[in-house]
């Protein structure tokens, strides 16, 4: 039964959703199946009045890569649990083209599916622009009022668009920076100059980072074709760089680990990032965010919860991991208080 159909019947739903609790860091790399804490008690599990009601979810998610992989199994698998059987997921990679993404979506609307999930900021996006009635709720957001250009944003979108954000809190980032290289001169930002999110983390970061008494540049790349270059001419002039949460850094975290590795730290936004070329990262569990996604689509699906009241959801807890292969290559050990990046 559709959405917008349950809203017109009414049908209550005596569903009661439980926050995805963050159990120790992101799972970017194989998501587990999630921890006792997320299961929803007895209480919340009794069938509502919609109990059989079918629903269609289409979920699109911008790369393959091991953050939005966890992200999309947390949502399903939430889904899963507090729906069993209720729910045909229509599940489409972008494989990075934003232009798909738009394709994906306008499908996904065509087909009048009861909800769609948005995976990183370009489905989101393009998804807030299709469709004004269908619910939306994205994942792997770093700031809801930058990527919809909403100003002053208070929280909460108010309209057909809520979700859940993966940002770190910035000020604690470059606040690891200082932990590991107090010493250190000139901190230059590397970041796609396409991907709004990420211009808002570096502006951001800097402003603690000059606070703390660096000297910052920005080195912004407009895609792959010149990524390399302006890494390179990153590592030049700087004595350490930091990588904000990036979608493409993300995707190309080989082509910056050919040129820093053993040469120059890198600090990053997000574990998927730090395990594929950083020292360091304050990073939060993507299958988590997704998870808690996850529970917001089955309230509005079961139980006809209002979209437009529901505000973002963060991540509860942050975990500073390190990398021990570009570590050793530097020659470094890790503070007190930091977890090994399995891989």
Known sequence: MKFHKLMTLGLAGALTLSLAACGGGTTNETPAP????KAPTAESTAPSESAGDKYVVGICQLAP?????????????????????QVDIQEQNAAGDTPTCATIINGFVSNDVDLIMANATAPLQAAASATDTI???????????????????SGTVGTNVSGTSDLAPLDQQAEMI???????????????????????????????LEDMGYTCAQYPF???????????NAVSN????????????????????????????VFAGEEGICGGCGVATLSISYYDI????????????????DVSTMPIEYAPQFV????????EALGLTAPEGYEAIAG
């Open 65 to 85: 890569h091991p953050a939005l992989d966890a992200a999309t199994q947390g949502f399903k698998d939430a889904l899963d649990k507090l729906l069993p059987g």
């Open 135 to 153: 619910p939306v709720l994205g994942t792997s957001i770093t700031e809801y009022g930058v990527a919809l250009g909403i100003d002053n944003f």
């Open 222 to 232: 407009s895609d792959t074709n010149d990524m390399a270059s302006v890494v390179q």
């Open 34 to 37: 999630a921890p006792e804490s």
């Open 320 to 327: 500073k991991k390190y990398n021990p292969a570009t570590c």
């Open 238 to 265: 700087s004595d350490v760089l930091y990588i904000p949460t990036d979608n493409t850094a993300a995707n190309n975290t080989g082509i910056i680990d050919n040129i820093c590795r053993g040469v120059i730290p």
């Open 178 to 208: 200082k932990e590991w290289y107090p010493d250190a001169t000139d901190i230059g930002l590397v970041y796609c100059s396409a991907e709004p999110n990420s211009q808002y983390q570096v502006d951001n970061v800097q402003k603690y």
């Open 290 to 305: 997704g998870y808690k996604t996850g529970e917001m689509a089955a309230d509005i699906l079961a139980n006809g919860a």
